[in-house]
């Protein structure tokens, strides 16, 4: 039988709580209007806990109330208790309703919910059935297998799926890494501008040049051309383009010698302005694209003009020999 009492506050396992979700989506300005709330009326709804069969309590609901109630330095909070017989389906589903909100912010808000779920012992067949799709997944053994594989993802690499809000393919296409390869490109997040396309490139680079080179992840770390880039003064747009670069030239060198020659044609070509010439990165086509912009018909003739110049032809003509 649920029973209303009042707790110390050192008796309730908080952060330890069997039920704590990592994902939070509180604000500050939620905190400071809770903060008053409680200081002018206290607390109007008891802390939802659940009194395990050893007779530690639980929190499952309130964890932001129970945070402040400690920065205020009060001793005792009023709780309403779920005995031990309490289902663990109850349980869940109490959590789920209490907490939706957070849970369901994020793709990692869902599945932080059911690696929970698992860790507390809930059976597989039922969490597809009764929990999957009121989280907006379907049905399958298979889905939880993959929401299982990315909440074994390191927590720095959940925290910025979480923070950039990465689709489940995303996440899964990361659970594919190392560990400690993944955990390494986390600790550029400071100096880089990283999203989901760039850390899957930075990830491919480094991986193929690791096999290639028989190297550990310290070694390759250890290189100097990757410290002067990270450890420049540069801004983190500049940083990120010349450490992928860097990367690409280290896999492909034939490639990027060739690229490095058509730069090199195609940066002495007197073109006219905003006219653009463009050719396939991985060299597979023939063929050259220009991009011309005029806004009248004067200066459509101009550039149409100068684009006859002989040397714009010979550029043209090298830069054709070179594809």
Same mark, same amino acid.
């Given at each position: 039988?649920?029973?209303?009492?009042?707790?110390?506050?050192? /008796?309730?396992? &908080?952060? *330890?709580?069997?039920?704590?979700?990592?994902?939070?989506?509180?604000?500050?300005?939620?905190?400071?209007?809770?903060?008053?709330?409680?200081?002018?009326? $206290?607390?109007?709804?008891?802390?939802?806990?659940?009194?395990?069969?050893? $007779?530690?309590?639980?929190?499952?609901?309130?964890?932001?109330?129970?945070?402040?109630?400690?920065?205020?330095?009060?001793?005792?909070?009023?709780?309403?208790?779920?005995?031990?017989?309490?289902?663990?389906?109850?349980?869940?589903?109490?959590? +789920?309703?209490?907490?939706?909100?957070?849970?369901?912010?994020?793709?990692?808000?869902?599945?932080?919910?059911?690696?929970?779920?698992?860790?507390? $012992?809930?059976?597989?067949?039922?969490?597809?059935? *009764?929990?999957?799709?009121? +989280?907006?997944?379907?049905?399958?053994?298979?889905?939880? @297998?993959?929401?299982?594989?990315?909440?074994?993802?390191?927590?720095?690499?959940?925290?910025?799926?979480?923070?950039?809000?990465?689709?489940?393919?995303?996440?899964? #296409?990361?659970?594919?890494?190392?560990?400690?390869?993944?955990?390494?490109?986390?600790?550029?997040?400071?100096?880089?501008?990283?999203?989901?396309?760039?850390?899957?490139?930075?990830?491919?680079?480094?991986?193929?040049?690791? @096999?290639?080179?028989?190297?550990?992840? #310290?070694?390759?770390?250890?290189?100097?051309?990757?410290?002067?880039?990270?450890?420049?003064?540069?801004?983190?747009?500049?940083?990120? =383009?010349?450490?992928?670069?860097?990367?690409?030239?280290? =896999?492909?060198?034939?490639?990027?010698? #060739?690229?490095?020659?058509?730069?090199?044609?195609?940066? &002495?070509?007197?073109?006219?302005?905003?006219? +653009?010439?463009?050719? /396939?990165?991985?060299?597979?086509?023939?063929?050259?694209?220009?991009?011309?912009?005029?806004?009248?018909?004067?200066?459509?003739?101009?550039?149409? $003009?100068?684009?006859?110049?002989?040397?714009?032809?010979?550029?043209?003509?090298?830069?054709?020999?070179?594809?």
């Amino acid at each position: 039988m649920t029973k209303n009492i009042q707790l110390s506050i050192d /008796d309730i396992k &908080h952060q *330890d709580s069997a039920f704590y979700l990592m994902v939070k989506i509180v604000t500050d300005d939620f905190h400071a209007r809770l903060a008053q709330s409680l200081s002018e009326l $206290g607390f109007l709804q008891p802390l939802l806990v659940y009194q395990d069969q050893q $007779g530690a309590y639980h929190l499952l609901d309130g964890f932001s109330r129970l945070a402040i109630a400690k920065k205020q330095a009060l001793t005792s909070i009023p709780c309403h208790i779920l005995p031990p017989e309490t289902a663990l389906t109850t349980l869940l589903n109490l959590l +789920l309703i209490e907490q939706y909100t957070t849970i369901q912010s994020s793709l990692i808000g869902r599945i932080d919910f059911i690696a929970l779920a698992l860790a507390r $012992g809930m059976d597989r067949a039922r969490l597809c059935r *009764d929990f999957l799709p009121r +989280l907006g997944f379907q049905g399958h053994e298979k889905v939880l @297998r993959q929401c299982e594989a990315i909440s074994r993802l390191p927590k720095e690499v959940l925290d910025f799926c979480q923070e950039k809000n990465f689709a489940m393919r995303q996440c899964l #296409a990361l659970t594919r890494q190392p560990a400690a390869l993944l955990e390494q490109v986390m600790t550029w997040r400071e100096q880089l501008n990283l999203t989901a396309s760039i850390i899957e490139e930075l990830l491919s680079h480094i991986n193929d040049l690791l @096999r290639s080179r028989a190297q550990d992840m #310290a070694t390759f770390m250890a290189s100097k051309e990757i410290a002067e880039i990270l450890n420049s003064e540069y801004p983190k747009q500049d940083k990120t =383009r010349l450490l992928r670069q860097l990367l690409k030239n280290w =896999r492909y060198p034939i490639l990027s010698e #060739a690229q490095n020659n058509l730069q090199t044609i195609y940066q &002495h070509m007197p073109l006219p302005e905003e006219t +653009l010439l463009k050719w /396939d990165e991985s060299l597979e086509r023939h063929e050259l694209t220009l991009q011309l912009k005029a806004r009248s018909v004067n200066e459509w003739q101009q550039r149409i $003009g100068a684009l006859q110049n002989q040397s714009v032809i010979d550029g043209v003509e090298q830069l054709l020999k070179q594809l």
